[in-house]
């Protein structure tokens, strides 16, 4: 009869736990203990080469874009540069005239007021010809002025009337020619032709008030517009704007219409 043989109970356990539970015989995962990744450095290499790769062909790029467009750039810049210089060129030319006409109006102002009318007529024909600016104006409104003073009052009436209607002109100076033109021709103009070239003038605020309004006011008279005389003559009198020799005028030619314009006696008086 054959003997059983006997296992011992601990170790049978043992057994079990071992054949159920594999990993634990493995040893346990120790991360430092783990292969080391790649190379940081020769990736941190790899990277640079890269971003170098890639401004190279940035630079490539640019560099093909402003050789294609070099010229046009060239072109632009260089044609700038020309008309700046040009410019500079006219500008330099421009004030050396304006000094020029200017010295030649001073020569014939000095002319005028030393009383030599044919010299002062003689300076003043080239600006009047071509001066440019203002100054031509001013130059044809001193000739046409001479030729009045010399006599020559049809010349001088064309030649205010020439400047009036010059659209280019400034007005002011147009209005003075205007003003001018009149003062020459009045006792041959109808009263109605007056009226209707200086009402526009005669208006308080504007540059030629006293002026514009003196013959204005004449003219009401010969239309028999006292009423409307004596009222403007007072209004003349009073604007401090207005010459004083003209407000004088004015004041007297008020009082004769029965319009009072002295506001101070006593001043007045003394004037």
Same mark, same amino acid.
């Given at each position: ?17 071992? /054949? ?6 493995k ?7 783990s ?19 890639d401004?190279?062909?940035r630079? %490539?790029?640019?560099l093909? /874009? ?13 044609g700038?540069?020309a ?6 060129g006219w500008?330099h ?8 006409? *200017?010295?030649?109006?001073v020569?014939?102002?000095? =002319? ?9 007529? *003689?300076?003043l024909?080239?600006?009047?010809k071509?001066?440019g %600016? ?7 409104? /001193? ?7 010399q006599?020559?009052?049809l ?14 002109a400034?007005q002011?100076?147009? %209005? ?7 003062? /020459? =021709? ?15 003038l ?21 239309q028999?517009?006292?009423?409307? *005389? ?7 009198s009073?604007?401090?704007?207005v ?8 004041? =007297?030619?008020?009082?004769l ?6 506001? %101070? ?6 004037g």
């Amino acid at each position: 009869m054959a003997l059983k043989r006997r296992t011992h109970p601990l170790r049978t356990r043992q057994l079990l736990f071992f /054949l159920k539970e594999p990993d634990l015989a493995k040893p346990p995962h120790n991360p430092q203990s783990s292969p080391a990744p790649a190379d940081t450095r020769e990736v941190a290499q790899q990277e640079g080469f890269l971003r170098e790769v890639d401004e190279a062909l940035r630079q %490539d790029e640019a560099l093909a /874009l402003f050789n294609r467009h070099a010229k046009t750039v060239a072109t632009v810049v260089i044609g700038g540069l020309a008309l700046f210089a040009a410019w500079l060129g006219w500008d330099h030319y421009r004030q050396g005239q304006q000094e020029a006409r *200017a010295e030649q109006f001073v020569a014939a102002l000095d =002319q005028l007021q030393a009383g030599s009318l044919d010299k002062a007529s *003689a300076a003043l024909a080239p600006l009047a010809k071509d001066g440019g %600016d203002g100054s031509q104006v001013a130059a044809k409104l /001193l000739s046409a002025g001479i030729a009045a003073e010399q006599g020559h009052t049809l010349e001088a009436a064309s030649q205010f009337g020439q400047i009036a209607a010059d659209t280019h002109a400034p007005q002011p100076f147009r %209005d003075l020619a205007t003003i001018r033109q009149i003062a /020459l =021709q009045f006792d041959s103009m109808k009263p109605e032709a007056v009226v209707a070239a200086l009402k526009p003038l005669a208006v308080p605020g504007k540059p030629w008030f006293g002026s514009a309004g003196e013959l204005l006011g004449i003219a009401y008279m010969k239309q028999g517009h006292n009423d409307l *005389a004596g009222p403007l003559f007072a209004a003349i009198s009073r604007d401090k704007t207005v010459p004083e020799t003209i407000r004088q005028r004015s004041r =007297q030619m008020a009082g004769l219409l029965g319009v009072d314009a002295i506001d %101070d006696v006593k001043q007045a008086s003394q004037g």
